[in-house]
Structure formats: C-alpha cells, structure tokens
C-alpha cells in the first residue's frame, strides 16, 4: 500500500492535538510554546488542558483525487494567478458528500446556509468570517491521509456553538488534514503543501450567501 504524502505529519502528536482542539497559549503555535490550561479541582494536578472546537477523531481516512470544501475568510485571498493558495493551506475540511448534507439541511431548515455552517461545524465568527466558500480537488496520484470525526463545541469571545453528541443523527463529520496550517511543527511547509497537493486549475470559491445556495 502506497504511504500517504502526508504520512509523517498523520504520525505528528501536535498536530493531532490540533486535530481534537486542543489549544495553545499562543496564536501563532511559535515553538516551545505550552497548552493552554483551566482550573479544575476535580482533576489529578488541579488543572485539565483547555479544548475548543476541534475534531472527535474518530477514524484515519485517505484522500485520493477528493473534491474539498471549506468555509473561510475571504479578507485572506491573495492576489494574482494563485490567489487562493492561502485560502487552501489550512487543515480543516470537508468532502463532497458532507458539503451537499450542509446545504440540505439549511434547506430543510429554511435558514442561511452560512447559519447552518457556524451551527453544524462549530465555527464562532472570532475564528471565521464564513464569507466564502473555496473548493479544490486534490491531484492525481497525490495520496493524503486525514483525521476524520464530528466536531466539538466550540467558544470564542462569548460566542458558543454546540455540538450536542446525544443527536448523533445530526453530528457532522469533518476532515483535519495535517501537513496543512501554519502549526510550528510544519516549519513553515504548509503553503507549499498546498501547492503540491492541490490541483489549483481546480480551485474555485463561491459567496456563500448567494441565492442559489440558500432556502
């Protein structure tokens, strides 16, 4: 069996910290730096690591010629021919199949779908403006593992989006891709990563408030 692109980065503990939302007590994830903690005098040492959003992993899944969709923050669009690469380097995902669940179920629920978006995969507008849609296809013969789960609740300047495990009939799943971000254990390689495991004539984005995407 073919070894994934990706392979040593699947294999990284930090970033499968990522992956479950685990969070770091600085932004930029520089090297040296520590997990953020909370007090809880329940716990062995009086503290737990503190966790947000993220993934409940539960699965590896592999990714082959896969068409990706992601909701980001249009702001960050570069310019030029390639003016989407930095919309592409981040690790959180989802597949065809899971973006056509997202629009159904704005539709049944005859609200925004960018609403639907923040709810289902827990997105607090501090970390996403949500105001486009990128889509890519990975490249032929480009082989990528990925952590696969639903996600988790996720709060941000007051701001709370539940994931609620008890309706696992409205949980949905995500992809975190490592190898992908700007994680200290990338060394700085995730745009390149882009650049190689991208087919960019394929990426596109989309206005996710556009009539035709929306009840």
């Given at each position: 069996?073919?070894?994934?692109?990706?392979?040593?980065?699947?294999?990284?503990?930090?970033?499968?910290?990522?992956?479950?939302?685990?969070?770091?007590?600085?932004?930029?994830?520089?090297?040296?730096?520590?997990?953020?903690?909370r007090p809880d005098p329940d716990a062995p040492k009086g503290f737990v690591f503190h966790r947000t959003g993220g993934l409940v992993?539960?699965?590896?899944?592999?990714?082959?010629?896969?068409?990706l969709y992601r909701f980001a923050a249009k702001k960050y669009v570069g310019a030029g021919a390639d003016a989407l690469v930095p919309l592409l380097n981040s690790p959180w995902w989802m597949n065809d199949d899971r973006m056509q669940l997202l629009?159904?179920?704005?539709?049944?629920?005859?609200?925004?779908?960018?609403?639907?978006a923040r709810r289902q995969l827990a997105l607090p507008p501090a970390w996403t403006d949500c105001d486009i849609i990128v889509r890519a296809r990975l490249r032929p013969g480009i082989l990528i593992a990925a952590h696969a789960g639903p996600g988790?609740?996720?709060?941000a300047n007051g701001d709370t989006y539940t994931i609620a495990p008890e309706a696992p009939h409205l949980l949905m799943d995500q992809l975190y891709v490592p190898g992908l971000g700007?994680?200290?254990?990338?060394n700085g390689a995730?745009?390149?990563?882009?650049?190689?495991?991208?087919?960019?004539?394929?990426?596109?984005?989309?206005?996710?408030?556009?009539?035709?995407?929306?009840?």
């Open positions: 069996m073919a070894s994934a692109s990706n392979e040593h980065f699947w294999r990284d503990s930090a970033l499968r910290q990522e992956a479950e939302g685990y969070q770091w007590r600085n932004a930029s994830h520089g090297r040296g730096k520590t997990l953020e903690t992993v539960k699965r590896r899944v592999e990714l082959q010629e896969d068409m629009l159904g179920r704005a539709r049944t629920a005859g609200v925004p779908l960018i609403a639907m988790r609740t996720a709060e700007r994680h200290f254990a990338l995730g745009e390149a990563h882009a650049r190689a495991w991208f087919d960019l004539s394929t990426a596109t984005s989309f206005d996710p408030a556009l009539r035709g995407l929306n009840p």
